[in-house]
């Protein structure tokens, strides 16, 4: 089972480059979340999804957009890369809201220079 | 607006004692509790997780006990091993989900 698969692994950007983190799940998942990790901090919620076509800001979507056209693939779009944004992404999905367990993705570390 | 707070920022903990980790929340939306382990280079991974109906869940050596009327939930790992250092986040969830600042817990043989 491949779960949740994130691409890529690591990303160097350059300041004011753009890209596109890829996110794929296969387990037929409703729900879709974009979360940030800075070094020693916690998750923070950047955006999500509750189904194909509807997405919703989180904490810090500043910098940020997705897309959710289909149910397996939720992308996050970084435009104009500041070095803010250097950090470690996480993908997560899960069945439904509530009472249902979130699984991640192995993470995409990018540093903007 | 940070909606969920996770205390300490750090445990040291000898081999064979218990951890204790504190969270409390401010959406009483949220219907699910659940915590997350996370080693170095690692997604995080669901360990436990409780609903607000019940106060205490026991899964092996750990346990959430919640309390809803104060909006505080707790993990207790019993029993620890040099094995359970990782940094530890609980969460708050609904729609969306929310993390605490994480602990990371080191237990010295």
């Known amino acids: 089972n491949a779960g949740v698969t994130q691409t890529p692994k690591f990303r160097i950007l350059k300041i004011g480059q753009s890209m596109t983190l890829q996110c794929t799940q296969d387990?037929?998942?409703?729900?879709m979340y974009w979360y940030r990790q800075d070094p020693g901090m916690g998750l923070k919620l950047i955006y999500y999804?509750?189904?194909?076509?509807?997405?919703d800001k989180g904490e810090v979507p500043n910098g940020y957009n997705v897309s959710r056209s289909t149910t397996e693939d939720f992308p996050l779009r970084l435009e104009l890369a500041a070095p803010s944004q250097t950090s470690v992404y996480f993908c997560?999905?899960?069945?439904?809201?509530?009472?249902?367990?979130?699984?991640f993705g192995q993470g995409t570390r990018l540093t903007v220079v | 607006q940070q909606q969920v707070k996770q205390s300490p920022q750090s445990l040291i903990v000898q081999k064979g004692g218990i951890s204790i980790i504190n969270c409390a929340y401010e959406?009483?939306?949220?219907?699910?509790f659940p915590w997350y382990q996370q080693f170095p280079g690692k997604g995080p991974a669901l360990l436990i997780a409780?609903?607000?109906?019940?106060s205490e869940k026991k899964e092996g050596r750990f346990t959430i006990s919640f309390n809803k009327s104060a909006k505080q939930f707790s993990l207790h790992i019993m029993d620890s091993q040099p094995g359970d250092s990782a940094t530890y986040f609980c969460?708050?969830?609904?729609?969306?989900?929310?993390f605490g600042a994480g602990t990371r817990l080191t237990v010295k043989p």
């Open positions: 959406n009483t939306a949220f219907d699910y």
């Open positions: 997560a999905s899960s069945y439904k809201q509530g009472a249902a367990e979130a699984f």
């Open positions: 969460a708050a969830k609904r729609h969306d989900m929310r």
């Open positions: 409780i609903r607000p109906d019940v």
């Open positions: 999804s509750v189904g194909a076509g509807i997405t």
């Open positions: 387990m037929n998942h409703n729900y």
